[in-house]
C-alpha cells in the first residue's frame, strides 16, 4: 500500500496527473481487496485533492462522492468513521473553494466549526484553520486568511505555500519569496510537497 502511494507521489511530483490518478485507483483496488477501508477512503480523497490542486476541479467531485459511499458503509469503529466525516465536509468545502462557490463553502465551514469545537482534536482544529484561510484568501481577506494559515500545520509545505501565495497577494514580495525557496528546497517528501513544488520552484526563477 506504501509503495502505490510513493509511485502516485512521484507522478504528481513529475507532472503526469493521470498517471498518479490511476496509481491511486490501484491503490484503493487493493485495499478493497485487503479489507482496508480507511486505505481506500485515503486514496480517494488523495485523487480528489490531486485533481484539484492540477486544475482539474470538474473531476475531483466524483472521488470526494467515492470516498462518502466508504465512509458511510465500511466497518469502522465509530472513531473513525466520526474523523472521516469531519474531514469529508472540509474536503468537501476545500472542492467548493476550489469552484468559486463561497456560500457553500462558507456553510460547509461554518459546520465543521460545531462539529471541531466539540470534538477539539487538534489535528482537525489545524485542518478546519487551513480550509478557513484558504476561503478567506479567495474572498480577498488576506489577513483574516494569514491568522487562520498560521494556526494550521506549520510543518507542511503546502501550508507554506498557501501563506506565500497569501503574502504575494497584500505585496509581501519578500516573505512570499522566502516561502517558495523553503518549499523548493525541501527534501521531505509527501504529496502536499509534490501538488506544490513545481509551482514554487517556477516562483522562484520569476
Known amino acids: 500500500m506504501g509503495a502505490l502511494f510513493w509511485i502516485a507521489t512521484s507522478y504528481v511530483h513529475e507532472g503526469e496527473t493521470d498517471k498518479a490518478i490511476k496509481t491511486l485507483e490501484e491503490r484503493a483496488a487493493q485495499a478493497e481487496k485487503e479489507n482496508m477501508p480507511t486505505s481506500i477512503i485515503g486514496s480517494y480523497n488523495l485523487a480528489a485533492f490531486v485533481l484539484t490542486e492540477t486544475g482539474h476541479v470538474d473531476k475531483s467531485e466524483k472521488y470526494l462522492e467515492m470516498a462518502n459511499e466508504v465512509i458511510k458503509s465500511a466497518k469502522l469503529e465509530d472513531k473513525d468513521r466520526d474523523s472521516f466525516t469531519f474531514n469529508a465536509g472540509l474536503n468537501r468545502c476545500y472542492y467548493l473553494v476550489a469552484k468559486n462557490d463561497l456560500d457553500g463553502a462558507d456553510a460547509e465551514a461554518e459546520m465543521c466549526k460545531k462539529v471541531a ?73 509527501g504529496m502536499g510537497l509534490a501538488v506544490v513544488r513545481a509551482r514554487a520552484v517556477k516562483k522562484t526563477e520569476m
Not at 117 to 132: C, K
Not at 138 to 166: I, R, V
Open 117 to 189: 469545537a466539540q470534538r477539539q482534536n487538534p489535528n482537525e482544529m489545524r485542518f478546519l484553520n487551513l480550509n478557513f484561510g484558504m476561503l478567506e484568501n479567495k474572498k480577498g481577506n488576506y489577513d483574516l486568511a494569514m491568522d487562520h494559515f498560521s494556526k494550521a500545520d506549520q510543518q507542511s509545505p503546502y501550508t507554506w505555500f498557501c501563506m506565500a501565495e497569501t503574502h504575494e497577494k497584500m505585496g509581501n514580495k519578500k516573505e512570499a519569496s522566502k516561502l517558495y525557496k523553503k518549499i523548493a528546497a525541501w527534501n521531505t517528501n
